[in-house]
């Protein structure tokens, strides 16, 4: 399952091994799937009306609600809060990772908010983030959508803790740019839960590559508990 996403203006030059470290990315129904889906952008409404279909069918859009309305919005928002404390300062590789700390908001979000995000697993781009299903939490034009079997979803990336959405920069990894569309649009795999995506990553680890844990170590949340609580 695979998904693009949108755009990037100030160039970055990294090297990238595993994970994409959070700096990178920015300033300050089967469990899972043998074969990788991927994913294409949504073609978003910026009004109410018709929005096509891959068939190129058209379908009616539900009335966007105001910004705060939507549930998207209130997730938005309290993202801001993991952001404003510098969350990617937690990163390290290969420990407290992409996949750990996608683990970590996919638990959060369906604490606090009632919805499941479902975990991504892109081997082609070495990477994991989470996604939200449109229909599950408010159809908004202020964040990129993306197709999974059909429907529409927004990408979280637990990295540096947002909604993805469209901007101005582009950035560089292993010498290829990238606009934030174009990273996200790649083959991805699709798992309900953590439990899925680390029992589908141990089942491929004895092929070696790109081999990520979807579980937190005590380690893990006694350096969140410290961040939080500073």
């Known amino acids: 399952m695979s998904n693009i996403i949108p755009v990037l203006f100030f160039v970055l030059l990294i090297s990238v091994s595993g994970c994409i470290e959070p700096s990178f990315l920015t300033e300050q129904d089967t469990p899972f799937h043998k074969n990788p889906v991927i994913t294409e952008p949504a073609n978003v409404p910026t009004t ?64 606090n908010f009632k919805v499941a995000p479902k975990i991504i697993v892109s081997y082609e781009r070495q990477h994991a983030w989470l996604a939200l299903k449109v229909s599950d939490v408010g159809n908004s034009t202020e964040y990129s959508h993306w197709k999974i079997k059909g429907s529409d979803y927004y990408f979280v990336e637990s990295t540096i803790p947002k909604v993805v959405a469209p901007d101005n920069r582009k950035f560089l990894i292993n010498d290829r740019e990238y606009t934030s569309d174009e990273f996200y649009n790649a083959s991805v795999y699709v798992f309900d839960t953590p439990l899925e995506a680390n029992d589908f990553q141990a089942s491929v680890s004895s092929l070696g590559g790109w081999n990520q844990e979807f579980r937190l170590k005590k380690g893990d949340l006694d350096k969140i508990a410290k961040l939080l609580g500073s």
């Open 48 to 111: 109410t009306g018709t929005m096509a279909t891959t068939e190129t069918k058209t379908t009616a859009v539900p009335k966007l609600t105001e910004k705060n309305d939507l549930l998207i919005d209130r997730i938005s928002k309290n993202l801001t809060f993991y952001y404003d404390r510098k969350w990617n300062t937690l990163y390290q590789a290969d420990e407290l990772d992409c996949s750990r700390m996608s683990t970590y908001f996919w638990d959060y979000i369906r604490k």
